[in-house]
């Protein structure tokens, strides 16, 4: 708003000028209404060149400068009075002010140069007056070209530093991206080696002392060893395709860790989908599978082989339902160690919450996301 009320000036100065020339007619060197005629061409060629923009190509407001030169020094001719004066020098600094000047526009500066210096001399007979004005149009014009190189290697410069940053993050970010890539080809390297081959020992050690008659807590022990080195050796998989941006769990991911579940406890285990499936964002996917992941690791602790019923809903809000029926309401007022925590940290993350309370027969941990 400033700017434009800045470039409102001259047509301001010009109605006044010309509003009080009708007062005056002994200093007009034109007929009043050549007079009014050149005004109106001045305010309309300075509404026009309201549209200027820095850095752009002039197009069709170079002739409406060409116009306002033309006029203003005319007007500044035939009222050699007023204030006219300053229209050559403020034609000569917009001609090469927002744009790098072409031929047109230098046009218009010597057009300024000549309407400055000329009327002056009419109107003093100095010479050293009208090369003054001369110099001080030519003067304001440098000045003009001098700020907008500055300004222009000003940009450059920020545009520079930008590409400069911009570089700075991706190399920052590939090695990012390799640190992640060692770091995931250790965990498969060492980590899921060795819990595949405890799986592996596990396996072998359930069998003999299956063979060899031992007690049924005995192998029901090493078979739950066995399943939860299986269990981490899944997690250690899906570690490593995280830290490989390697897709995010599904749907049917969910269903697998139920799958997973019924098959360990031998309990029964549902897992529903209601509403119309769509593509979730992978952080709401993660969301969902970890908190199913959780509720059932509760449940293994505090309630095993009880009855687990999961439901994933999609409507307005994704929701998450997981219940586990072991047919009492639980001693505990909430699951233990961090499991509930993290579930809600999880939920925070991706603008969700999660609910967890005792039922009459069981447990239940609800998960609500808009998504």
Do not use: C
Request: glycine share 8%; no cysteine; hydrophobic share 50%.
């Amino acid at each position: 708003m400033p700017g434009l009320l800045l470039r409102a000036v001259p047509a301001v100065l010009t109605i006044v000028t010309v509003a009080f020339a009708a007062r005056d007619n002994d200093q007009q060197r034109l007929p009043y209404g050549v007079i009014v005629a050149l005004g109106v061409i001045v305010v309309a060629s300075n509404i026009s060149l309201f549209r200027l923009r820095y850095g752009e190509p002039p197009g069709r407001t170079a002739y409406a400068l060409l116009a306002f030169a033309i006029a203003g020094s005319l007007l500044w001719y035939a009222l050699p009075q007023s204030v006219m004066l300053f229209v050559p020098f403020w034609v000569s600094r917009i001609a090469v002010r927002y744009y790098r000047a072409g031929l047109l526009e230098w046009i218009v500066v010597s057009i300024a140069i000549i309407g400055g210096s000329v009327p002056l001399y009419i109107t003093t007979r100095s010479a050293p007056g009208a090369i003054g004005a001369a110099f001080g149009v030519v003067a304001l014009t440098l000045a003009a070209v001098n700020r907008r190189n500055r300004e222009q290697q000003l940009e450059d410069l920020e545009v520079s530093l930008a590409r400069k940053q911009a570089a700075i993050e991706e190399h920052e970010r590939a090695a990012a991206l390799a640190e992640r890539a060692r770091i995931a080809r250790d965990v498969h390297d060492v980590l899921a080696h060795s819990l595949a081959g405890l799986s592996l020992s596990l396996q072998g050690a359930r069998l003999m002392l299956v063979r060899d008659g031992a007690s049924a807590e005995a192998v029901e022990q090493v078979t739950r060893a066995q399943g939860l080195a299986a269990e981490g050796l899944a997690e250690a998989r899906r570690a490593v395709a995280a830290l490989r941006e390697d897709a995010v769990p599904d749907v049917r991911a969910l269903g697998d860790l139920v799958t997973a579940y019924r098959l360990e406890s031998g309990a029964s285990a549902e897992f529903d989908v209601e509403g119309t499936p769509r593509e979730l964002p992978a952080d709401v996917m993660s969301t969902l599978y970890r908190t199913v992941q959780e509720a059932l690791a509760n449940t293994r602790k505090h309630a095993p082989g009880a009855p687990v019923r999961v439901k994933l809903s999609y409507g307005d809000r994704v929701g998450l339902l997981i219940e586990d029926r072991p047919g009492k309401r639980p001693d505990r007022a909430a699951p233990g160690g961090y499991g509930l925590v993290g579930m809600r940290e999880r939920a925070d993350l991706v603008g969700g919450s999660v609910e967890a309370r005792p039922t009459s027969t069981g447990w239940r941990v609800e998960l609500k996301v808009k998504a």
